[in-house]
């Protein structure tokens, strides 16, 4: 007996940080980067975690309850009341980087719970799965939005307002990003935090730019349905300018935000927690892949190219 399911990347286009203040935000899913979960039989006695990528392999007794890929298994065998569990191996790959703002923890685990709850031929809808993997995000990032889980279980564009009922959107005209991986590791459970200790010091200033945003958010969204995706260059680059005013851009990502303007990108910002991770870029489809390179001789360590639809 085997069951695999497996869960794609996500991008943020407009709002992060704000959305964490119940501001909207735009994500879509990135499907060149998946998280990838098998789940089989074991012949030896327990659960044995193979996730070469982390450099884990371990029986999951040996690993701490609030372990990322451990509180998964345990919070589903809970919801399960599952008291004699079976004997597993479950092997976990992964092609979106770690620490990106790619969505890869939310990626792993929508992934894992969709294909431990097949095996134990348990089914739950797309809402349970978003809500089992939401609280898994709570136990690492402290105070997440939300939107990573959302957008990686639904796999459909999101706009996502932090407790109001989820709003999935079509894309009008097709447009392409390239994003680009500083190759810097950043928690966003870091930049999360400092924010709010800012926010606590100057709620007002801080209340004013997220309004900004949340404006941005909006027409990013009304341009995006009404096939004009062409204005949001102008949007990136004003909400980029604000996330640099909450502290949350770095020299990485400003070089890398530069380098796509100077080669031609219609906007550029950074994209997720911050402070190293990903940047993305609109680009016209025929000048992706000299925006591409401009990046890489920037430092970018990957890129991608995507087209939204």
Known sequence: MNAFASAPGKVILFGEHAVVYNRPALAVPVTQV????EVLDSPRAGIFINAPGIDLHAELNSLPPDHPIASVILKLFQRFEISQRP???INISSTIPVASGLG??????????????????????????????????????????????????YNKPVYFIKGQPIETFKVGKPFTIVIGDTGVSALTKESV????RLWLRDTANFENCFNEIAQIALIARRSIEHGKPELLGELMDHNHALLQGLTVSSPELDKLVDAARNAGALGAKLS????????IALVEQEKAESVANALISAGAKRTIITEIK
Do not use: C, Q, Y
């Open 193 to 196: 935090g400092d924010v709010r």
């Open 87 to 89: 004997d597993l191996d």
């Open 34 to 37: 998946h998280a990838d979960v």
């Open 272 to 279: 997720g927690g911050g402070r190293g991770g990903n940047m």
């Open 104 to 153: 890869s923890g939310a990626a792993v685990s929508v992934a894992l719970i969709r294909s431990l709850s097949s095996f134990l031929f348990r089914s739950l809808t797309d809402d349970e799965v978003n809500m089992l993997a939401f609280e898994i995000e709570k136990l690492h990032h402290g105070t997440p939005s939300g939107i990573d889980n959302t957008v990686i279980t």
